[in-house]
């Protein structure tokens, strides 16, 4: 099969011919139809993640058709669509895993690191992590995997604030405005100064108002989001809430923090992370999403312009998310 796999740290992503392997118990072996590209991705290619020992291949928003199962596979039907998130598998025996945090399980693997994802023709997934996909087309489900549950997890942190601020309007943030707007929040668009492109893009999604991320808001917001890895914006946002507000670290890496006064924080203001996903995340948020219903904006790149859609992405130039669509004609025998 055709993949794409990591090199060096920043070096350009070779594509390369791979083995197609066969599922082990528990495994289902996909046929990948569409992978988003997220920003999470660039971290890895830049290795600021810890780095791996393989030439791994990237993407953690599989929207793949099953082809063959392993032994033990109990869910999912042959040519059935399903969807393969970042949380690839768990241990399921820590505090953690026991206790409903299995997103923060130390012996969590992640699916486009430490198995193989979604930049290739086929993809292997264990079944009990991956999800039943509601009725979009493939290259508009991708986003819903990543981008869609980690804003999911990040709204639900941030609580019932009714006001709250979205810094970065990228792949993440154009599907929680969707579901903020739905669910009568009153959405404040952070962009990068002087992107107007980006605010017309956040008022036609519903926001209620939109500026640069140096801006201050028209009045004071109950939670901010950060969905940029710009650490100096926690500052930013810290300012833009009032007391008992929270904000939300949503990204996976991060640009330091700059020093802050103390006064900012005082208040019973929260600055808080969301890291990864549970399943529970990406069952209620996909059972939610048509139901908005959730639309989603994306660019689409055939595999061997992955590295386009990567700088693209670390550009901000893509309204919405980008996705990688694979040929109908990949064979198995390819
Ligand atoms: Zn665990
Ligand atoms: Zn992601």
């Given at each position: 099969m055709r993949a794409v796999q990591l090199?060096?740290?920043?070096?350009?992503?070779?594509?390369?011919?791979?083995?197609?392997?066969?599922?082990?118990?528990?495994?289902?072996?996909?046929?990948?139809?569409?992978?988003?590209?997220?920003?999470?991705?660039?971290?890895?290619?830049?290795?600021?993640?810890?780095?791996?020992?393989?030439?791994?291949?990237?993407?953690?928003?599989?929207?793949?058709?099953?082809?063959?199962?392993?032994?033990q596979v109990e869910r999912f039907g042959i040519g059935e669509r399903v969807g393969v998130p970042w949380l690839g598998s768990t241990c399921g025996d820590c505090r953690y895993c026991r206790t409903g945090r299995e997103n923060l399980c130390d012996g969590a693997?992640?699916?486009?690191?430490?198995?193989?994802?979604?930049?290739?023709?086929?993809?292997?997934?264990?079944?009990?992590?991956c999800f039943a996909l509601p009725g979009y087309a493939p290259q508009q489900a991708a986003p819903l995997l990543c981008a869609g549950l980690?804003?999911?997890?990040?709204?639900?942190?941030?609580?019932?604030?009714?006001?709250?601020?979205?810094?970065?309007?990228?792949?993440?943030?154009?599907?929680?405005?969707?579901v903020a707007h739905f669910q009568g929040r009153k959405l404040f668009a952070f962009t990068r100064p002087g992107d107007a492109e980006a605010q017309r893009f956040a008022l036609d999604l519903g926001a209620a108002w939109a500026g640069?991320?140096?801006?201050?808001?028209?009045?004071?917001?109950?939670?901010?989001?950060l969905f940029a890895p710009?650490?100096?914006?926690?500052?930013?946002?810290?300012?833009?809430?009032?007391?008992?507000?929270?904000?939300?670290?949503?990204?996976?890496?991060?640009s330091e923090i700059p020093a802050f006064p103390c006064e900012i924080l005082w208040g019973e203001r929260r600055v808080v992370s969301v890291a990864n996903l549970t399943r529970r995340d990406g069952e209620e948020f996909l059972a939610l999403a048509p139901g908005v219903p959730v639309r989603t904006s994306v660019e689409t790149f055939p595999l061997e312009r992955t590295?386009?859609?990567?700088?693209?992405?670390?550009?901000?130039?893509?309204?919405?998310?980008?996705?990688?669509?694979?040929?109908?004609?990949a064979a198995r025998s390819s």
């Open positions: 090199a060096g740290p920043g070096r350009p992503l070779p594509l390369v011919m791979r083995e197609i392997c066969k599922p082990a118990p528990g495994q289902i072996l996909l046929r990948v139809l569409a992978c988003g590209v997220c920003r999470t991705d660039l971290h890895i290619v830049d290795g600021e993640l810890p780095r791996l020992d393989r030439p791994a291949i990237p993407g953690h928003e599989i929207v793949g058709e099953v082809i063959e199962r392993g032994a693997r992640f699916t486009g690191y430490h198995i193989d994802g979604g930049y290739a023709e086929f993809a292997l997934a264990d079944a009990r992590y980690i804003g999911y997890r990040a709204l639900s942190v941030a609580g019932d604030a009714q006001k709250f601020g979205i810094y970065g309007f990228g792949a993440a943030a154009h599907i929680v405005a969707q640069g991320s140096d801006a201050t808001p028209p009045e004071p917001l109950d939670a901010a989001i710009v650490g100096a914006l926690v500052p930013a946002a810290l300012r833009a809430v009032s007391e008992g507000g929270t904000v939300v670290c949503a990204g996976i890496h991060m590295n386009e859609a990567l700088a693209r992405v670390r550009e901000g130039r893509i309204n919405g998310a980008a996705v990688l669509v694979m040929p109908e004609r």
